[in-house]
């Protein structure tokens, strides 16, 4: 659920190499890219504008606030004519299609749960999810470009931006088949190696080989959830991979997070490497995993990867940008935590440093203990006034009965 994702975008098109995993990295500036007033970020926005603008915008909602209306312009004036969003629009005067912007379905899905969070665009999620609806293929899944193979990621996505907007996606055959048969036809079988986990898209051969990212999506996607995932109802014992019976959306779910507790489970984070780099620590997917977790009901298990983020990810989000910040957000809010004590840092307020200042902002516990100490100070003066006047009448009463 991250810009991290966004990565599998650009391997789409040719930016990254295919087998790059998605990175929440954002773009450096570029002289060739001017960053337009009301996005959040520095970076160059030509892969990623409305992707990290959409994620700045839910984290906000999430934590309490109320984004800026320059934010919320820029997004909702991003949206193509038909409906759709492409990742960035430089010149929305132009038409996209042809020479111009080309929508593609990650960046819609994440504008249309963004908007659909902060309610009063109707008329905006609307038709992106016609256009959504539009683009899903026969196997029941999205790719990532309109007509491109399906993957589990953007089927994901689009489920959750479904499902925001009001939608039942699991009822939607707009082709033939439904996202649930197409994220099960993702699935990595219980007894291959990866078992549980969901694959990416399937290799030139049909194989399918576990993704860490994928199956953090997968869950998600499986369980008809968007990125704002509230903590599932807390269940006791750890999942193992299932095949026995049908393969009810409820056991994807489960499987792909029995593979990714085993994941995490004995260094607390994911790890990933980018081309021609060695393995490091995947912050972006270790944040999805604990969403997914949660998501599904295995918050205890939820809890030592976002511990392990707590201590190590805040210089990651301050050197990643707003999507990386949010990502953090949204992990906190699926287990309950303080997204303004995140391992001694204020994670809304660093998000918020990063584009138009919130209209409104949500009370910090020092604030509401102000408020509340406030309160209680005016209660108990009230109670002495009324306390005061009852007395006084007590005794004009007396005088007034006196012979």
């Not at 295919?18 to 520095?42: C, D, I, Q, W, Y």
């Not at 100490?373 to 004009?396: D, K, P």
Request: aromatic share 6%; glycine share 14%; hydrophobic share 40%.
């Amino acid at each position: 659920m991250n810009v991290r994702r966004s990565a599998a975008a650009l391997a789409a098109i040719g930016v990254l190499a295919a087998a790059a995993p998605a990175t929440a990295a954002e773009a450096a500036p570029s002289p060739k890219a001017t960053v337009p007033a009301g996005l959040f970020g520095k970076g160059d926005p030509t892969y990623d504008g409305v992707w990290r603008q959409s994620l700045a915008l839910l984290a906000q909602a999430t934590a309490g606030e109320k984004p800026a209306d320059e934010a919320v312009k820029w997004l909702t004036g991003q949206q193509c004519a038909d409906g759709g969003f492409a990742s960035f629009r430089a010149d929305t005067g132009m038409a996209c299609g042809g020479k111009g912007a080309q929508a593609d379905t990650n960046s819609t899905a994440a504008a249309v749960q963004a908007l659909a969070v902060l309610g009063g665009h109707d008329d905006v999620t609307g038709k992106a999810v016609k256009w959504l609806k539009a683009q899903q293929n026969k196997d029941g899944g999205w790719g990532y470009s309109p007509g491109g193979p399906s993957d589990t990621n953007s089927t994901s996505v689009v489920v959750g931006a479904l499902a925001a907007a009001g939608q039942k996606p699991a009822e939607l055959r707009g082709k033939g088949k439904t996202p649930d048969e197409a994220l099960a036809s993702l699935a990595v079988p219980c007894a291959q190696k990866g078992g549980g986990a969901l694959a990416f898209q399937p290799d030139k051969k049909g194989k399918l080989e576990a993704n860490a990212d994928a199956t953090a999506a997968g869950v998600l996607g499986a369980l008809g959830k968007g990125f704002v995932a509230e903590p599932g109802k807390a269940r006791g014992k750890a999942p193992a991979c299932a095949s026995d019976g049908k393969a009810a959306p409820a056991r994807l779910a489960d499987n792909a997070s029995a593979y990714l507790i085993g994941a995490v489970g004995k260094s607390g984070h994911l790890m990933s490497a980018m081309p021609g780099a060695e393995n490091q620590p995947d912050f972006g997917n270790t944040a999805d995993t604990v969403v997914a977790l949660a998501a599904d009901g295995w918050t205890e298990q939820a809890k030592a990867p976002y511990a392990w983020l707590e201590k190590n990810a805040a210089t990651w989000a301050q050197q990643s940008g707003p999507a990386a910040y949010a990502q953090l957000i949204l992990s906190a809010h699926a287990v309950g935590a303080d997204p303004r004590d995140f391992g001694g840092t204020d994670l809304v307020r660093a998000l918020d440093k990063l584009g138009p200042a919130p209209a409104k902002q949500a009370a910090t516990p020092e604030k509401k203990a102000t408020e509340k100490s406030g309160n209680s100070v005016w209660w108990i003066i009230g109670v002495g006034l009324v306390a005061g006047i009852g007395v006084g009448f007590l005794f004009s009463g007396r005088k007034k009965n006196r012979p």
